[in-house]
């Protein structure tokens, strides 16, 4: 999966969902009792999926041995800075601060 194609999917996800991956805890989740997945859980095939996973962030899964080779594959950096726009930002100003990551990594806004 390209850059490209690794922020469409996420961008997608997190705008038609439209809020955080939470549990009750208000802590932010992979995967959540309802269904509702964060900007690095949306890529994360569910027979992958583990609750260890919880907690971490996505460089402290690789360093883990969480992470899924196809997750491995993609760029860690950009991962990381859709995770913080997940986890740190309110969905209201998900598509603002998309729009900003999208140049910083020199990519299309195709939503």
């Known amino acids: 999966m390209t850059n490209q194609e690794t922020f469409d999917t996420v961008a997608k996800h997190l705008l038609t969902q439209g809020a955080a991956a939470m549990n009750k ?3 932010c ?3 959540t009792e309802y269904g509702t997945k964060c900007a690095v859980g949306c890529l994360i095939k569910e027979e992958d999926y583990y609750v260890e ?13 969480f992470c899924p080779d196809y997750i491995k594959e993609l760029d860690l950096g950009l991962l990381s800075e859709l995770q913080s ?13 998309l729009r900003k990551s999208a140049n910083n990594f020199n990519l299309e806004w195709n939503q």
């Open 25 to 27: 805890e208000a802590e």
């Open 53 to 65: 996973m919880e907690g971490l962030v996505i460089g402290e899964l690789a360093k883990e041995g």
């Open 85 to 97: 726009i997940h986890d740190l930002e309110s969905p209201k100003d998900w598509e603002k601060k």
């Open 29 to 31: 989740c992979y995967l």
